[in-house]
């Protein structure tokens, strides 16, 4: 495991993640219905399935689009 692109993946996912539309859901939803560790294993269960659809469309878009292009678009660092 190449732990400088672990840690880099996580602290921007982390600072991403702050103030999104997935956290204030979860806000809405403990509030609503006031059991914290339902929705934090349900919150938990979507983003892991979510996320390798991230990782196997970025992996597809690689193929068809050049790197170098790809690089330019990123709105983060690259």
Do not use: N, Q, Y
């Not at 196997?56 to 678009?73: D, E, H, I, P, Q």
């Amino acid at each position: 495991m190449d732990w400088s692109i672990f840690l880099s993946t996580f602290v921007l996912l982390f600072v991403a993640e702050l103030g999104d539309k997935a956290e204030l859901t979860v806000i809405s939803m403990v509030s609503r219905h006031g059991h914290p560790g339902t929705v934090f294993v349900a919150a938990v269960g979507a983003l892991a399935l979510v996320t390798p659809l991230g990782v196997l469309g970025s992996r597809a878009l690689c193929r068809l689009v050049l790197t170098a292009l790809l690089r330019k678009a990123s709105p983060m660092w690259f």
